[in-house]
């Protein structure tokens, strides 16, 4: 179930880079700076949408790297264009990639800690189930919602991606 | 997974549930009728409040109920009061609450079609993490951030709920 819920969060990391080429579009067609959209929010104590897009990443590359037992890669939040979110975005979806199902063998009972849980801990299983895909479709759909706000035109076939459907 | 996934979304479905509650707080103090949070919209194209969590909601009663193989109970679209989604939110929690773990067994190869699709169908496992998942947080978190967006004293604990950590 992990390996293949993360394969899916790789997936809509790819919708998320191309909502970042909308997004240039517009403010292309509009005539403004498209890294202006990275200060946006949605509410005054709300995160900005650049840190909506760093925490979608870190979601999953942590959970990934929380279950399979590594050390994830650093990736300071120093984004300040359109350009470094395009490219956070994309060593997030290579990272994930890198993974396997048998490297989630065992995941759901790891013991899982974050220096903000003050010593306590969560199983693999109730950390993913509980905090980090809520958490990920969180900041992904913030992302989102920021955007459209703003006027980018999105819809619901841009989220989701290509679906796999066939002919019954 | 389906199973699990499914008890989670119920359990964030009580968390909606206490946004309402806050929303009509909040109401409260600033003298207006809460009723007017079900027609705001982040943008004009975009389904209202009301609608958010209608489609949250639906989108976790149709899984549930395509994935076991059950008819879903009619939930016409027709609330018009914060007291009404309660009842809404209320009926799903207590419908996902009927289920359990066997009532997923052979989900994944179930056949799934929608009328929207258009004679195409998907496999049960691929429904459920290409298209129900994202689309219950998709509406889930745009209820939330609706509601942030106009005010509503909200954070990342009433999104979450409590989370399953105990002692090392």
Request: aromatic share 10%; glycine share 6%; hydrophobic share 40%.
């Amino acid at each position: 179930m992990h390996y293949e819920i993360l394969s899916q969060m790789k997936k809509m990391l790819g919708q998320l880079d191309k909502w970042l080429d909308h997004a240039t579009s517009y403010a292309k067609e509009r005539s403004f700076d498209a890294n202006v959209f990275l200060g946006l929010r949605l509410a005054p104590d709300q995160f900005a949408f650049a840190r909506q897009v760093q925490s979608a990443c870190d979601a999953a590359k942590l959970a990934a790297a929380r279950l399979s037992g590594q050390d994830p890669p650093a990736h300071p939040d120093t984004e300040q264009t359109i350009d470094e979110l395009h490219a956070r975005v994309r060593k997030v979806i290579a990272y994930l990639g890198g993974f396997s199902q048998k490297d989630f063998e065992g995941a759901a009972t790891r013991v899982i800690s974050t220096p903000r849980w003050e010593g306590k801990v969560m199983s693999g299983a109730d950390y993913f189930l509980e905090h980090a895909m809520p958490n990920f479709f969180f900041h992904l759909t913030h992302a989102y919602a920021l955007l459209r706000h703003n006027g980018v035109p999105l819809g619901k076939k841009d989220y989701l991606g290509p679906l796999s459907q066939h002919a019954r």
